[in-house]
Each structure stands twice: as structure tokens, then as C-alpha cells.
């Protein structure tokens, strides 16, 4: 990897979630847990300019927030853009356990926090909610496991991980809850997903073997694998799912490892249809993916493996562009592209966030669109 498309930072604290919010910006949240075993708790944001004539420059950290020692480590982040007009620029939801004597005591976890990032650049706590009214001392342990937002931000979703597995529906401004799904079947949910094109009125869950849309105001089930054709089925079943990110209407990229132990594929899978349109192995070394993002503005989606790698993937055919193997020296936890899809960011449990300069691969419309905007500005 050429050093001029690559820069590194250690964060001081395992990273456990990662998001551009917007090109130059980086928030990265993580840490050691409750009672830090010497490792804070924070939720950092990091500068990125590959303009910099020092190296070592280009990745520097300029605001933090050190959480409580006593609480548990942040484990998953999201961000909108603000619709309140005061100073604030985006609003930032990270999910973090309060701590352990609190819930065994008083039965309280406020677990998903919101903050401001404002117009100087500024962390400000607003407010916490805990969805979850009825803690029982056997949910000690579980964590925060994901948060997304639709793209219009008027629809958010939290997930712990509890198993069973619940997903809470919140509104992004009040925090207020809005539905609480649980599937018919108690299952492990693995990942979900809004649909980025009807303002998450519908989202998509994936357990190990089934892949599944709901309703977000209702609740019902709007189509399921389970009820796929024979020929879609028996190339499902090769599969443990693990990863689901909507790309382009009903479709759905499915991140799954292979049933017999020998590697890992990416799927592309209509909703509606029910149908598997694309296959792709991309290695059948690992044993499974780990973390993915998508990038529509460069029309590239990324994976990381299990063995360290990340793998961009082309959108529109699958099509491999690079695979970067070992980029960390522990697991990688979490990806996020910037914006304009020029940048993927990693951050793994080993300190470390790394940034990529990425472009897509050569012919293709987005291709294109990527060098006219380069051009341009």
C-alpha cells in the first residue's frame, strides 16, 4: 500500500465504532470497559487531511469526551444532521452501558446516549433513554450492539445483545419508542438495516439463516426467505448470514460465511422478490466478515474478514477492486466510508484507526462520477 494513501492513529482505546460524519471528520467511539483496566472510556473525534505536509499529521484527535470509569465502554455510533436551529451541526447517538452496580441496584441503564456536535466543533451531551424498563440480573453483560438511523433521520433502531434478540424503533428527536419488535421466533438477530429509499418505513434483519423485512410502524413481516423459491433456497443455505446493508430499493448486500467452515461470500438478494441476484466469494480463506459499510456516492461497498482484511467491492457487479490484507494487528471492528466515498476509515480492538484513500476501479459510471467530482473540486 502506497504510504500517500494511508494514515494511521492510536486512539489510546480499542475501537468498537466508527463513522465519518462528514469528509474531514471522524468520530470514534471504544475503551476498556467498566473499571477501564487502565484503558478510558471515550468517544473521540479525529481530523483527517491528507493535504498535510507532515505524515504524521494526518490523523490528529482535537476533542474527546472521557465517560465514567465506572461505566461500560461505548460500543456502537450513529449520526444525523441536525434539524434544530441553534448551534448544533449533527447529532451523534452512542450506545453505552451505565454501570453494572447501577442496574443491580436500581434497575437502570440508560444505554443509548445523544449528543450534539455543534458549529465549533464541540461534543455536548442532551439526553439518555433506556428502552428497556424491566432489567433482570441476568442481562448484566449484554451490550449495545448496534444503532442506525434512516436517511432522513426521522426513524432510529437500536439492538443489545441479548438473545433472544429485540429490536427497539425510537424517534431520533424525542427518543421516544415507537415499537418494539421481537421475532415470532426466538432467534439471535444478527444485523439490520433501514431501507435508505422510503425513509425507513421498512428494515431488513438477518439471523443466521434467514433473511427478513419488516414494517417499522407495525411490526409485521413484509417478506421472509423462509418462503423463497427452491432455487434461491439451496444457494441461502450455504450460508451463515452475518451482515445486511440496503443498497438500491429492495436490494439487500448479505455478508455470509460458508456452512462448511471454507470461506466467505457477499450476496446481493431482492427483498420483493425474494430472489438471490448475486454471488461472489470473497475468499475461501476466512471464515467470516465482520464489519461492512457502502459508499453510494462512489458506488463501492468494504468488508472485513476475520484474518484483518478489507475487501472493496464494486456495487454495481461485485466486482473485487483491492483486498488489504492485515491492516491491524488485532480485529477489525468497525468500517466507515466518508461522504463523498474518497476514505474508508478502520478501526480495530488494537488502538489503531486507519484511513485509505480509496477510488473505485477504472471504467463504470461511478467511475466516472468520482473523477468528473475530483475534477471539479
Known amino acids: 500500500m502506497a504510504a500517500k494513501d494511508f494514515a494511521e492513529i492510536d486512539t489510546g482505546f480499542p475501537v468498537y465504532g466508527l463513522r465519518f460524519i462528514n469528509n474531514h471528520t471522524l468520530l470514534a467511539c471504544g475503551g476498556g470497559g467498566e473499571g477501564n483496566n487502565g484503558i478510558p472510556n471515550k468517544v473521540t473525534a479525529v481530523r483527517c487531511s491528507f493535504t498535510v505536509s507532515d505524515k504524521s499529521r494526518r490523523l490528529q484527535k482535537f476533542r474527546e469526551i472521557t465517560l465514567p470509569a465506572q461505566e461500560d465502554s461505548p460500543m456502537c455510533i450513529e449520526f444525523c444532521r441536525s434539524s434544530v436551529g441553534d448551534n448544533s451541526r449533527f447529532q451523534i447517538f452512542v450506545g453505552c452501558n451505565q454501570s453494572t452496580e447501577l442496574i443491580r441496584s436500581m434497575n437502570i441503564n440508560n444505554n443509548l446516549r445523544k449528543y450534539n456536535y455543534t458549529e465549533d466543533e464541540h461534543l455536548q451531551f442532551l439526553d439518555a433513554v433506556q428502552f428497556d424498563e424491566n432489567l433482570l440480573v441476568e442481562s448484566i453483560g449484554e451490550y449495545p450492539k448496534i444503532v442506525h438511523l434512516s436517511t432522513d433521520a426521522s426513524i432510529g433502531g437500536m439492538m443489545t445483545s441479548r438473545i433472544p434478540s429485540e429490536i427497539f424503533i425510537f424517534n431520533p428527536d424525542t427518543l421516544e419508542l415507537t415499537l418494539r419488535f421481537k421475532p415470532p421466533a426466538a432467534s439471535e438477530i444478527k444485523d439490520f438495516h433501514f431501507n435508505q429509499d422510503d425513509s425507513g418505513k421498512t428494515f431488513t434483519y438477518v439471523t443466521a439463516s434467514f433473511i427478513e423485512t419488516i414494517s417499522t410502524h407495525s411490526g409485521n413481516s413484509i417478506s421472509s426467505s423462509a418462503n423463497a423459491d427452491k432455487k434461491t433456497a439451496k444457494i441461502l443455505g450455504k450460508y451463515f448470514f452475518s451482515k445486511v446493508r440496503y443498497?438500491?430499493?429492495?436490494?439487500?448486500?448479505?455478508?455470509?460465511?460458508?456452512?462448511?467452515?471454507?470461506?466467505?461470500?457477499?450476496?446481493?438478494?431482492?427483498?420483493?422478490?425474494?430472489?438471490?441476484?448475486?454471488?461472489?466469494?470473497?475468499?475461501?480463506?476466512?471464515?467470516?466478515?465482520?464489519?461492512?459499510?457502502?459508499?453510494?456516492?462512489?458506488?463501492?461497498?468494504?468488508?472485513?474478514?476475520?484474518?484483518?482484511?478489507?475487501?472493496?467491492?464494486?456495487?454495481?457487479?461485485?466486482?473485487?477492486?483491492k483486498t488489504y490484507t492485515k491492516l491491524h494487528k488485532f480485529a477489525v471492528t468497525c468500517l466507515s466510508f466518508s461522504p463523498d466515498g474518497k476514505k474508508l476509515a478502520t478501526g480495530s480492538a488494537s488502538n489503531t484507526v486507519n484511513v485509505l484513500l480509496v477510488k473505485p476501479s477504472s471504467g463504470g459510471f461511478f467511475s466516472f462520477i468520482f473523477s468528473l467530482f475530483r475534477f471539479i473540486f
Open 247 to 321: 443498497v438500491n430499493g429492495p436490494k439487500v448486500i448479505i455478508a455470509a460465511a460458508s456452512r462448511n467452515g471454507k470461506g466467505a461470500a457477499v450476496l446481493e438478494y431482492n427483498t420483493e422478490t425474494r430472489k438471490v441476484l448475486r454471488e461472489v466469494i470473497i475468499s475461501n480463506k476466512i471464515k467470516g466478515i465482520v464489519a461492512i459499510d457502502v459508499s453510494k456516492s462512489s458506488g463501492m461497498f468494504a468488508v472485513a474478514g476475520n484474518d484483518f482484511s478489507v475487501s472493496l467491492l464494486r456495487v454495481t457487479d461485485f466486482k473485487m477492486i
